[in-house]
C-alpha cells in the first residue's frame, strides 16, 4: 500500500448506528487531518493531529469522535449521525503541519 | 462574504484550448496559495503552490498570484482530456498551531477530445 488509505469506501448507516472510518498513512508523515466535502461547499477542516495529539478541532459536533493511536492512523467514530452528515469524508497527512498534504481517496457516508 | 469565492463551472474547453482557472479572497493575511485536482471518486491531489505574489510555473500548468487584487489563477495549456477534473484553489496564512486551509468550492473542468 502507498500513500493515504481509507476504508471503507462507501458506507450506509442509520441513524442510531455507530460507525468508524479508518485511515492508514505509508508517507511517515506526523500530521493527520479529517476533512468533511459536501455538493457544492469547500471542504472543511474537522480535525488535526500532529505527533497523536488533537491540535485543532474545529467546532465539530460531538457525535464525531476523532482517534490517533500513532503517527501513521486516524480513526473517526461515528454515533446517532444526521443525515445532512452524508458526505465524502477524506483524510489528508503532511510531513509536520506542513502546507502540502496528502489526500486518501475517501469514504462516502451515506446517512439514511 | 465568503474567505474564498470559486465558479464552480462547470467550464468545457475542445482539446488543445488555453484554460484559466480563478478564485478570489478576502483575507490580505493569506501568503500561501494552492491548486487542488480531485478527479471524480478520487482525493484531491496538490498540482501546485505558490508562496506571495508572482508566478509558478511546472509543465503545461502555471499558477499566478496577484496579492493586490486578491486573486489567483492556474492557466493549463495544450489542455487533455485527461485534465478533466474539479480543480480547488486554497490557501493559508503561515505559522500559528496549523497550516488550516481555506478552500474554494471547485471548478468542475471537462476538456472535449
Known amino acids: 500500500e502507498t500513500g493515504v488509505t481509507q476504508t471503507p469506501r462507501h458506507l450506509v448507516m442509520g441513524m442510531t448506528n455507530k460507525k468508524s472510518l479508518k485511515c492508514e498513512q505509508h508517507l511517515g508523515h506526523n500530521a493527520m487531518y479529517w476533512y468533511k466535502q459536501s455538493a457544492k461547499k469547500p471542504l472543511e477542516l474537522m480535525f488535526v493531529y500532529n505527533f497523536k495529539e488533537q491540535t485543532e478541532n474545529n467546532s465539530v459536533p460531538s457525535r464525531f469522535s476523532p482517534e490517533c493511536p500513532n503517527s501513521s492512523h486516524l480513526f473517526l467514530h461515528l454515533h446517532t449521525l444526521q443525515p445532512e452528515d452524508s458526505a465524502l469524508y477524506l483524510c489528508?497527512?503532511?510531513?509536520?503541519?506542513?502546507?502540502?498534504?496528502?489526500f486518501g481517496p475517501g469514504t462516502r457516508l451515506t446517512v439514511t | 462574504q465568503k474567505e474564498v469565492e470559486q465558479d464552480p463551472g462547470p467550464l468545457s474547453v475542445p482539446e488543445g484550448a488555453i484554460v484559466s482557472l480563478n478564485c478570489t479572497y478576502s483575507?490580505?493575511?493569506?501568503?500561501?496559495f494552492m491548486w487542488y485536482r480531485q478527479y471524480s471518486r478520487k482525493g484531491p491531489e496538490l498540482l501546485m503552490y505558490t508562496y506571495s505574489s508572482g508566478n509558478k510555473e511546472d509543465g503545461r500548468f502555471t499558477a499566478q498570484v496577484d496579492k493586490s487584487s486578491k486573486y489567483i489563477s492556474l492557466f493549463i495549456r495544450d489542455s487533455q482530456p485527461s485534465d478533466s477534473a474539479t480543480y480547488l484553489c486554497a490557501m493559508t496564512t503561515p505559522g500559528g498551531a496549523t497550516n488550516k486551509l481555506i478552500f474554494g468550492t471547485g471548478t468542475l473542468l471537462a476538456v472535449q477530445p
Open positions: 483575507n490580505s493575511a493569506f501568503q500561501y
Open positions: 489528508a497527512s503532511s510531513p509536520g503541519l506542513a502546507i502540502e498534504q496528502y
